[in-house]
């Protein structure tokens, strides 16, 4: 009578779809929550999730019950001291019975926390951020394709054949071979059925019957030995690619390891490069992205070298422009790509070399970009680098610069840079 | 040790399922317990908190207050702050059973014999089971229910949907007959009947609208007959079958949720009874197991370290106190009223002179069959166990200074404390009566409810969302009106729609 079944198999996020709806319902309050949360949030732990607190009541399912009050009666276990008539103080929170009750109707938490995943706090966060202007599309790079029916053809893989197609095409091919024959054979049939009918002993008649009969025969065979189906038959579904267009952009990652960034600075800036590395690989399928690190030399360097290289020397920013310039005349030319940069450094730039970045940017890079942000890491006032770099926010819409103080205002301040844009 | 023992270890095995379900089978059969065929599912811990969350039901439409309970559930299991339940089991035929890969081959046991058996058994025979609900027809109709649903969902939307679920969920503990027997749930009627009920559904509502010419104006003027004639309990109901503007879809979604509510009512019902039941049979099915050689002693200490922790009683001053523990209250009555039949005293002879002495399997038999909460308790709880417990009764009325014990486990209080207990388990007592009073069909179209004060108590602020879900359905004013013990109704809540030109 009774069946085991083993169903550990099964699916085993059953309650995805409704955790969905559970977000999606309360978005609003997550959000809310999320942008709070970033705001102490230590981001040594990028690859976490984040625990999120919204308020219980917005989210109650209320119910017709009884409130406190009235007469009531409850039944307790484990009684020692009391005797009939007794009168015992009504606790404070008014509560039912001496045992202070209150607490198994659920109530006393005031917060509904849970843990967000790292998929769902990084979409919840990048949510409303984009990269501005992202307009020159060109369908250059053309990595992805569709595959779409287009109708049959007469050649392909038998894995293809389209067997309605095929057949329908061997029945009108055997109609149309066998018509003609089928037609002279009725003739002949019915010529010799009159000459039955009438049967004269003379050699014509007789003739003529065999002759009838032999070509019966011969046209018979013939229809007999039309294929039932011929490869001339065979149709196949044809399927063709289509390309899918895309955007192309690049984004510039400049970032300062000269002396004068201590390790916590350069922690600030590496976190966010992550945060805005993470931010492009999720949001955009088709990204090239150039990581450029310098101090008084600015070399190109990989992804790896990048984040983890300990490098380091003087501070010549005007390098890393110059570097990025070379880089954008000779792979990223201006008619293609949606070109980006972000840099991050301490500020301290070797005197003269800032009215030089200044130069090199005015003239030959912002013209070609399509947006710039730069953050300043450092607690303590601008120097000149950031001055130069004022005047160029004045004459350029699409350039943008923060100051980042401490590890906390770094989702603020990325959010602040990359908050999407009306236009 | 005649026989030979099921099994050494503590690992379970498939196989070894199947021995000891054999085992269980047969003993219960002995005891003559009726059950279901079983489906026993072995599932893992993130599946149990799966069925935890779609209140253990394999199939349900969606919603988020199931996403809100899982991640609940998610959350504090994480957190170590509790383990999950060893066993769901779902009223249906065949029985559905879970149990989880964690568990050893003893708790493995032990569910089969609580749930597969003690449970099935329950659910199968007791009256208010086969009342009110169908376990033939349930996975089917939740199947329909959801597929309905998603298609709604595609039809008008996920959000209208939801909202609409919401408020039929704010008053789902109102959308039972409490008196009147249901009609059986099948869900091939369900599907043919529906287009059906649609159009005929339309067209009754226009008809309570229909503006009719007044014949007779001093018939208007107060004399008019009240629509409903008599109150109705049955909120859900009633908005399904006359609420003025909602769309056939809409209504067959409030049926849904009305019939989920019904199927769920008995088990609100009878929650120490069931498990009292499933307990009491687990115990002695496991012990008979271990009379007959068949289960080691190792297996019956793990058991029984178990079994006593979910029978454990803290007392009202204990930091665990959540009230009373149904297993402990269930589980104490059950084998008390063997005792009383096997081995009674002279006080059991003068409270219990019809089941003194009785067989104590047709005994426990007809009590589970015949009774829910409330009655078994008025019914069979003893002074003995009165006393075991130590019980007592604390009178908390708003018009005094001071609770005041006003009965405890001597001679004089035995009766008060049985019946007070078995009140706190009337759900009549527990829920605010609220009914439909009156719609004013010639005036502003508005719903008036009342609410029935039970021993004085008010209504919890709650009431006025809930009132506001209401409005939603009925599409019109709803108002809440409060009726003292005095016959005085006073309006508590109201909430106004505007009206569209």
Redesign the interface.
Known sequence: ????????L?G????A??????????RSQIKRAVGEAISGRSIIDIDSGEKINIPTRD??????????????????????E?????????PPNGG????G?A??SGEGEDE????LSREEFLELFFEDLALPDLVKTQLAMLTDFNTVRAGYSSDGVPANINVVRSLRGALARRMALRGPHIRRVHEAEAELETLQAAPSEDEDSAARRATLEEEIQQLRRRIESIPFIDTFDLRYNHRIKQPKPTTQAVMFCLMDVSGSMDQQRKDIAKRFFILLYLFLKRNYERIDVVFIRHHTVAKEVSEEEFFHSRETGGTVVSSALEVMRDIMRERYPTADWNIYAAQASDGDNWDNDSPKCHDLLAASIMPALQYFAYVEITPDHHQSLWQEYENIAANYRNFAMQQIDSATDIYPVFRDLFRKQDT | MSRKLLSEGSEWSFDLIDRYDREIARVAADFGLDTYPNQIEVIAAEQMMDAYSSVGMPVNYHHWSFGKQFIGVEQRYKRGHMGLAYEIVINSNPCIAYLMEENTMTMQALVIAHAAYGHNSFFKNNYLFRAWTNADAIIDYLLFARNYISECEQRYGEEEVELLIDSCHALMNYGVDRYKRPSQLSAEQERQRQKEREEYLQSQVNDLWRTVPVRNPADSAGTEARFPAEPQENLLYFIEKNAPLLEPWQREIVRIVRKVAQYFYPQRQTQVMNEGWATFWHYTILNRLYDEGLVSDGFMMEFLQSHTNVVAQPSFDSPFYSGINPYALGFAMMSDIRRICEDPTDEDRYWFPEISGSDWIRTLDFAMRNFKDESFIAQYLSPRLIREFKLFSVLDDDANKHLEISAIHNEQGYREVRQALADQYNLGSREPNIQVYKVDRNGDRSLTLRHTQYERRPLADSADEVVKHLGRLWGFTVRLESVASNGKAELVHEYPIRQQA
């Open positions: 009578m009774t069946q085991v079944i083993d169903r550990r099964n085993r996020n059953k309650s779809v409704n955790r969905q709806r559970f977000l999606r319902r309360f989210m109650s399912e209320p119910t017709f019950q009884h409130a406190g009050g009235g007469r009531r009666e409850a039944v307790h276990p484990g009684n020692r009391f005797v009939p008539g007794d009168k015992v103080k009504r039912e019975g001496p045992g009750k607490s198994n509904f926390a849970f843990q």
